[in-house]
């Protein structure tokens, strides 16, 4: 495990933020169900929602990049599953890197106040943090 000062996890989290702010449209974060693939390998089916964040896409807070919806009523849900894992893209629909989705407090880089999506509902993403 490496120890590292806040300010150099800062400085990484402000980094993530550029890099998913990269581009004329806003970062986004597929959402499935299932077992995560393999780094950037294919997702097998659709995603159940996609989320579209603020730009910029976040605030760092304590070392932490701190996501910010861009609707904070929440995304449409497209299909009905439960939430397990998280595949973000830059503006540029690039992909950047995958993650856990949980329920608050699962330990998810991306929360819900719910993991059971149900197609045509709203899910507002809770307070989550990379880094």
Request: contains cysteine; proline residues 6%.
């Amino acid at each position: 495990m490496i120890s590292q000062s806040e300010d150099f996890r800062a400085a990484a989290s402000l980094a993530r933020r550029n890099y998913l702010d990269t581009g004329a449209a806003n970062a986004t974060i597929e959402i499935y169900d299932g077992t995560r693939p393999a780094a950037g390998d294919p997702a097998a089916g659709a995603p159940l929602l996609v989320v579209t964040l603020a730009k910029p896409c976040g605030l760092v807070a304590s070392g932490s990049l701190v996501l910010e919806q861009n609707d904070p009523a929440g995304d449409l849900i497209e299909s009905t599953g439960d939430a397990s894992w998280a595949r973000f893209f830059n503006g540029d629909g690039e992909w950047a890197f995958d993650a856990d989705a949980s329920l608050e407090g699962g330990g998810g880089e991306v929360q819900f106040p719910d993991i059971h999506l149900l197609a045509g509902g709203r899910v507002p993403l809770l307070p989550s943090a990379i880094g």
